[in-house]
């Protein structure tokens, strides 16, 4: 089987679905999850309206992990499941106590967007008045993404 075909079969067309929450981990790591699908959608060209770089949510992972998005695009490349990218995102960041990911885990997870940058915060509060239900609010960051892929 081709690279091709295996990023196929892990794929998910995310112009018909959502690509998963980014609270769920990939190696232990908050948005690796998300990341991998819109990467994997990416590469075959059914990302829709979904970017896998830039995204200020995966720009958060790369950061943290020092691993760049061209480093994370090959390995999914290659047609690595998400046990096998998991493995190489744990071998391959910068960051290996294990105390240290879940306190950036949480911190995250709990990330309010009155402590992000003000243009991220302008930037969201119109993407959130267009894609977030009104009668729903908004507490973390996450929960933009939950909120509006209908997981919340």
Sequence with gaps: MSNLEAVRMLAKDLTKTYPRSPRETLGGYVIGA???DKCRA??????GDYNYWPCSLAGMLFSFTGITPEQFKDVVATGANDE?????????SKVQDRTAI???NNQ???LRLSEMPTPVQAYMEDY????????RPVYAYFDVYDLEEKRL
């Design 102 to 104: 879940i306190q950036w």
């Design 128 to 135: 959130i008045a267009q894609y977030v239900p009104k009668h």
């Design 42 to 47: 990416f590469l075959l060209g059914v990302n």
């Design 108 to 110: 995250m997870k709990d």
């Design 34 to 36: 998300r990341c991998a």
């Design 84 to 92: 096998e990218l998991a493995a190489w995102l744990k071998a391959h």
